[in-house]
């Protein structure tokens, strides 16, 4: 049990640090530069681990015995003013928990085609692979500030219903990385259920096993 989490923990950790570095390399695909120039277009964790939200926030959830483990890393900066195209933003949003879902799909579709012939701790590697990254994509495409999400939608509205939820997002990422902190907790202890069930159901669906 012990080294499953420690595994869990390593997974989490390398699997935010993709999600990080896949905006930078969006935004500097589409004409940013900022994180290729702050050198984090890197996989070296020491650029990436955030002590709130890489480590803090996964020991309480883990201490808490909270039923789904999650963490952040340090957010990759970009100037949105420097992306090109009318959906830049969105892209370089999505980039992140798109990075996630194809992990998830690759890892996934290993299990469900190969599981039969794989070494058992092979099969539950790449189950936990697939489990956590479906469920850093899914958190992080919720439509609230701070996530990912929240950008995404913000880029698909229409430009007067835009520029009022950009208003609102604006207020709640003012507030700093904190509140978004408490408001991860907050979804996590209130809706976890809720967002545990329907992450098995979607984990049974690709992978053809239940957790």
Known sequence: MQTDLIFGLVIL?????LHEVAHGYMANWLGDPTARLQGRLTLN???????????????????????ILIGYAKPVPYNPYNLRGRFGE????????GTNILLALIFGLIVRFFGAS??????????????????????????????DGSKILSG???????????????????LGILSGTFLILF????????FSAF?????????????
Request: net charge neutral.
């Open 13 to 17: 950790i390398f699997s935010v640090i």
């Open 45 to 67: 964790p020491l650029k990436h681990i955030d002590p709130l939200g890489t480590i803090m926030l996964p020991a309480i959830l883990l201490l808490t015995q909270a039923p």
């Open 90 to 97: 969105v892209l370089v949003a999505f980039a992140g928990p």
């Open 118 to 147: 794989l070494d058992p701790s092979m099969l539950m590697a790449c189950a936990t692979i697939t489990y956590i990254n479906m469920l850093l994509a899914l958190f992080n495409i919720i439509p609230i500030p701070p996530l």
């Open 156 to 174: 698909i509205l229409p430009p007067g219903l835009a520029r009022s939820y950009d208003s609102f997002r604006t207020g709640v990422e003012s």
């Open 187 to 194: 979804i996590f202890y209130f809706f976890s259920s809720y």
């Open 199 to 211: 992450l098995q159901t979607l984990f049974g669906l690709l992978t053809g096993a239940t957790i």
